[in-house]
């Protein structure tokens, strides 16, 4: 019995380090690409150690375009994330609050319409939205990309928000409301603290998901200037002429150094507020 029951932990914990494996095994193999020259990048493609280190990738690859360093895209890409993370949490959490707590005239039908929003693809909406957005002189700037998480949100994320606040008690609010707190008071002084953890899965997976945009800054913005990192990107690869693989692996592991921090310091908010929403639920 002691020999089976090992034989299936050795099998057991062998299955997840080489699945882990495969699954960081992308992430391994562009940090061994933007160490290594060009003409080994693809000619060597399986093995995961460079013949020498060339640090130089990186530098060239910060160096950037046309007197614009790679920096610049970081900048660009840490303000459109930061404003979208906080219009997110600011209307999510409002909207949520009202589909839970609040009655209203077509709250159901409303509800229901925000759910099936979920399940139309980006590329539906983006012609009506563009059309929207060229009208209004909004095109080339960062107001397409900031003001919708502002006025309305993301339905996923209003979504996790109201089976988060239907899970607490409205004893609570029963005993705000008879207190003489408003509406809004019970919002501002009871429901939103309770909510923190599902606000950090909410923070954490609006960074995420703006961080690594590309479809939306390609389709609003023109000026190189304001490009984010993900077009930062885009701009060393040129099927016209040579592209330069190594900065642009180089570039790849950079940008991804901000979800990496993010995810480790902050997993514990993350985890919490997933299972807590779906348990409440």
Request: charged content about 10%.
């Amino acid at each position: 019995m002691k020999k089976s029951k090992s034989a299936r932990t050795v099998i057991y914990h062998s299955s997840i380090i080489a699945l882990g494996f495969l699954m960081i095994y992308p992430i391994l193999w562009t940090i061994a690409s933007s160490l290594k020259p060009e003409n080994e990048i693809f000619r060597n493609s399986s093995s995961l150690i460079p013949s020498f280190l060339k640090w130089e990738n990186y530098a060239a690859g910060w160096e950037g375009f046309g007197g614009l360093t790679f920096g610049t895209f970081f900048l660009n890409s840490t303000f459109v994330t930061t404003m979208v993370v906080i219009g997110t949490l600011f209307s999510s959490t409002l909207v949520a609050f009202g589909f839970a707590r609040v009655n209203f005239r077509f709250r159901t039908p409303l509800f229901v319409c925000m759910l099936i929003t979920l399940m139309l693809p980006q590329q539906v909406t983006l012609i009506p939205q563009y059309i929207l957005f060229h009208k209004l002189g909004w095109v080339n700037t960062y107001l397409p990309l900031i003001v919708p998480s502002f006025i309305g949100g993301i339905p996923f994320f209003i979504f996790l928000m109201v089976q988060f606040i239907r899970g607490i008690p409205r004893e609570l609010d029963e005993a705000a409301y008879m207190d003489g707190a408003s509406t809004f008071g019970i919002f501002w002084r009871i429901i939103l603290p309770l909510t923190t953890p599902a606000l950090a899965t909410v923070a954490i997976f609006s960074f995420y998901w703006t961080w690594d945009d590309f479809m939306t800054p390609l389709v609003y913005l023109n000026d190189t200037k304001l490009y984010t990192v993900a077009l930062g990107l885009q701009m060393f690869t040129d099927p016209s002429a040579l592209s330069a693989w190594g900065p642009m692996f180089a570039m790849s592991v950079v940008s991804i150094l901000p979800q990496l921090l993010v995810f480790l310091f902050f997993q514990k908010y993350l985890v919490e507020g997933i299972t807590a929403g779906s348990v409440k639920g």
